[in-house]
């Protein structure tokens, strides 16, 4: 049995479990994966057994419990230093750290506007301004990442990293809201979609039968 253990919320709409459930995933390390609904009957008194934060993602490794996404990642960089997590170059490395706290810590008008929702397919939806600020900030970040760094691969820095992680649910989002794209920027959404382990999560996010209202719209 493994010795790692993912506490999730749902796939459909959990962005935040998005993150470290793909790492795992990507780099083949083995884990049990519970599923906690999210705002669901006793959600938080479930998710407090595994994180004191009470929310999720959570890690739980041997005796060590680990909350937050990029903290979990992070975690298993050191834990499996054989794994490439980060680009090798320093300021390639300094750029993709930089640019995964910036998703970590802002953005709350995308989060807010455009909530993940992986069965939904929205043609006709126009951000406020302020979610229009942070989408053309993330795709000033992908521009930079892709042809500064990213020119050796499909990933943000060529190689897939950490930042792919952060970035995968706004991938997500913005095929969701449909939102307009260069040619440069779709190929890379694309390469996010077609990683098999994103399409295990899609896949399963449609199979899932809750649904969380507030984020159910046109």
């Known amino acids: 049995m493994p010795d790692i253990t993912l506490i999730i919320g749902n796939k459909n709409y959990s962005s935040w479990s998005l993150r470290p459930w ?50 979990i990642m992070e975690y298993l960089a050191e834990t499996h230093p054989s794994l490439k997590s980060w680009p090798d170059h320093p300021s390639a490395k300094a750029f993709a750290r930089s640019v995964s706290a910036e998703m970590h ?31 053309k900030r993330v795709k000033q970040i992908w521009t930079e990442c892709r042809e500064t760094y990213g020119k050796q691969g499909p990933w943000l820095f060529g190689d897939f990293t950490i930042a792919d992680c952060m970035y995968a649910p706004v991938v997500m989002r913005f095929h ?43």
């Not at 407090?48 to 890690?59: D, E, R, T, Y």
């Not at 989060?111 to 989408?135: G, H, S």
Request: proline share 6%; with cysteine; glycine share 4%.
């Open 22 to 71: 793909l790492y795992l995933k990507h780099f083949n390390i083995p884990f049990d994966e519970v599923r906690i609904p999210l705002y669901a009957e006793g959600f938080k008194d479930k998710v407090l057994q595994h994180s004191p934060s009470g929310k999720v993602p959570a890690l739980k490794h041997g005796n060590i419990n680990v909350w937050e996404s990029l903290a």
């Open 105 to 135: 810590s802002g953005f709350f008008a995308l989060r807010e506007y455009l909530p993940m929702n992986c069965r939904k397919l929205i043609t006709n939806f126009t951000p406020p301004e302020n979610a229009l600020v942070d989408i």
């Open 176 to 218: 969701t809201y449909s939102v307009e794209l260069s040619p440069l920027l779709s190929d890379y959404m694309q390469t996010v979609k077609n990683h098999t382990a994103m399409m295990e999560w899609i896949a399963a996010s449609k199979a899932e039968t809750e649904v969380i209202s507030s984020v159910e719209f046109d």
